[in-house]
């Protein structure tokens, strides 16, 4: 089992930057494949973005190519999102997820495990 811990988040203005963490417990965390959703009010879960276990491997919503860039370090048992040139539209919880297989990215129900979400507000 895999416990997953959101950090980073905050209130920042449009153009600014943030980098989210996102902590794993357990020795089995290169196992994972990790992803990035996030859920504004009154909607559903989107995929923002992913990463293969050995990080080699990335993929993005089309909404935040060039914007954020996903990354890991087995070594910390951590998955980071870095997020550029935020936008208004990009308020939102954050939640990172872990998964087993390095498919069916985008479906949040194709997730294992969850973390409780960190707070992302951007203001215009």
């Known amino acids: 089992q895999v416990q997953l811990v959101e950090s980073g988040g905050g209130l920042v203005q449009a153009g600014d930057s943030l980098r989210l963490s996102c902590a794993a417990s357990g020795r089995t965390f290169s196992s994972y494949a990790m992803g990035w959703f996030h859920q504004a009010p009154g909607k559903e879960r989107e995929f923002v973005a992913a990463?293969?276990?050995?990080?080699?491997?990335?993929y993005y919503a089309d909404s935040v190519k060039g914007r954020f860039t996903i990354s890991r370090d087995n070594a910390k048992n951590t998955v980071y999102l870095q997020m550029n040139s935020l936008k208004p539209e990009d308020t939102a919880v954050y939640y990172c997820?872990?998964?087993?297989?390095?498919?069916?990215?985008?479906?949040?129900?194709?997730?294992?495990?969850w973390g409780q979400g960190t707070q992302v507000t951007v203001s215009s």
């Open positions: 990463i293969s276990r050995s990080g080699d491997s990335t």
């Open positions: 997820g872990a998964k087993t297989r390095w498919s069916n990215l985008i479906s949040r129900y194709q997730y294992d495990y």
